[in-house]
């Protein structure tokens, strides 16, 4: 009878951490948009902490992380792993963070979304959009498969991932590319860890700004991606956390992005931390302050925690 049980309990014990399990999918099928023949292979190395940093990303996925279906709220968050538009940190702006939304609940898709390449992308500036329209698109018509809400999908992102993310906040109204569904690729809400958001010259990071658009881009094309200057009424709810002494990323990039939100009337919540510097992913050293129980905070007074 004791093994019986002991049976049951190693049984019950492994399903309820199924949420750890991830299976990843293609975001297209056929052929990739803004792709073009090359010798350009994905890279994979390991970090001096044991973290993965994937660089020349051909095939964009998703890894899903699902909670137990027991836990699932219905909320889900696309997340895009940080790197300058040059490499992704996968594993500390990415897998970890997924793992911690599925305590909440919460479904997580961790995007490995193109990094601008001349080589393999006819326009590389549109690439990584693409892929997080895509991935958006993608969520919302499968919702009922990963027993999510389809107008509780979100997009998180960290340093460049941020920009990312904030872009595909500011910049659905017209999907870029060619033969797009009707599917919404608006998010419902953004969570911007220490967010790239500005390409001005005060407030860019030069890699992202560089890899994105080039060393010498246009005054357009700059204004285009300073996305301070796109948040409209529509932008969806925001969420933002940055240190005040990040020396990659001036702090001043959130400060710009909630202003513009104060002045269209969206709401946004707010945390700087006066230490931490660039890139802590979940853990700022520097302080006790959780921002992911503020995370978890924010997302339940907006109701994403309601089953």
């Known amino acids: 009878m004791k093994k019986l049980l002991l049976v049951a309990f190693l049984l019950s014990a492994s399903s309820s951490m199924l949420f750890a399990q991830n299976q990843i999918i293609p975001i297209y099928t056929g052929t990739i948009p803004d792709s073009k023949p090359s010798d350009v292979k994905e890279t994979s190395i390991k970090v001096a902490d044991g973290t993965e940093r994937i660089s020349n990303v051909v095939q964009p996925s998703l890894s899903i992380y699902l909670p137990p279906k027991e836990k699932a709220n219905g909320t889900a968050v696309i997340i895009c792993p940080g790197g300058g538009y040059a490499r992704l940190s996968v594993d500390n702006e990415g897998r970890e963070v997924a793992k911690r939304l599925n305590e909440m609940g919460v479904a997580a898709f961790v995007l490995k979304y193109r990094?601008?390449?001349?080589?393999?992308?006819?326009?590389?500036?549109?690439?990584?959009?693409?892929?997080?329209?895509?991935?958006?698109?993608?969520?919302?018509?499968?919702?009922?498969?990963?027993?999510?809400?389809?107008?509780?999908?979100?997009?998180?992102?960290?340093?460049?991932?941020?920009?990312?993310?904030?872009?595909?906040?500011?910049?659905?109204?017209?999907p870029v590319g060619q033969n797009v569904s009707a599917t919404s690729v608006r998010p419902d809400?953004?969570?911007?860890?220490?967010?790239?958001?500005?390409?001005?010259?005060?407030?860019?990071?030069?890699?992202?700004?560089?890899?994105?658009?080039?060393?010498?881009?246009?005054?357009?094309?700059?204004?285009?991606?300073?996305?301070?200057?796109?948040?409209?009424?529509?932008?969806?709810?925001?969420?933002?956390?940055?240190?005040?002494?990040?020396?990659?990323?001036?702090?001043?990039?959130?400060?710009?992005?909630?202003?513009?939100?104060?002045?269209?009337?969206v709401l946004a919540e707010m945390h700087l931390y006066p230490k931490g510097g660039h890139g802590f992913g979940m853990h700022n050293k520097t302080t006790k302050d959780d921002w992911v129980e503020s995370l978890q905070n924010w997302f339940d007074a907006n109701g994403w925690l309601v089953k």
């Open 189 to 265: 809400f953004l969570v911007l860890l220490y967010p790239v958001i500005s390409f001005s010259e005060e407030l860019k990071h030069g890699g992202s700004r560089d890899n994105l658009i080039g060393k010498t881009p246009s005054a357009e094309q700059t204004k285009l991606y300073s996305n301070e200057l796109q948040v409209t009424a529509q932008t969806p709810p925001t969420f933002l956390v940055h240190a005040q002494d990040d020396k990659t990323v001036p702090v001043r990039n959130s400060i710009v992005f909630y202003e513009a939100c104060t002045r269209q009337g």
């Open 115 to 174: 990094l601008p390449n001349d080589q393999s992308q006819p326009d590389k500036s549109i690439a990584p959009l693409l892929d997080a329209q895509q991935s958006l698109r993608l969520v919302r018509e499968q919702a009922a498969k990963y027993n999510v809400n389809p107008n509780r999908i979100g997009i998180m992102g960290f340093s460049a991932g941020g920009h990312l993310a904030s872009t595909a906040g500011t910049h659905f109204e017209k």
